[in-house]
Nanobody
Framework: QVLLVESGGGLVQPGGSLRLSCGAS????????MNWVRQAPGKGLEWVSD????????YYADSVKGRFTISRDNAKNTLYLQMNSLKPDDTAVYYC?????????WGQGTQVTVSS
């Protein structure tokens, strides 16, 4: 059974930082590309970043490039998203996502609120 569990969200002031984590189980984590996706209030899903199974290649949406860093620890089956210089527009529920054998798997999400 595939399980993805996000943590690390919270309330932060503009310009602040947060580090999100996503613990994975039920599949061979080190074999799959992983994604972070977010959903702002009243909006659709927005892809944020993804990382190759090895961790060697990373990709970012223009809206977060230079501020967010995706990484993974395959020994710990954990995905991370370091978020710096946060803006109010970054307020959203953040989900980790894995595509395994043509099926999408999602965590429950973690709320990030950027507000003064």
């Amino acid at each position: 059974q595939v399980l993805l569990v996000e943590s690390g969200g919270g309330l932060v002031q503009p310009g602040g930082s947060l580090r999100l984590s996503c613990g994975a189980s039920g599949f061979t984590f080190s074999s799959y590309r992983m994604n972070w996706v977010r959903q702002a209030p009243g909006k659709g899903l927005e892809w944020v970043s993804d990382i190759h199974s090895s961790g060697a290649y990373t990709y970012y949406a223009d809206s977060v490039k230079g501020r967010f860093t995706i990484s993974r620890d395959n020994a710990k089956n954990t995905l991370y998203l370091q978020m710096n210089s946060l803006k109010p527009d970054d307020t959203a529920v953040y989900y980790c996502n894995a595509k395994i054998v043509l099926r999408d798997y999602w965590g429950q999400g973690t709320q990030v609120t950027v507000s003064s």
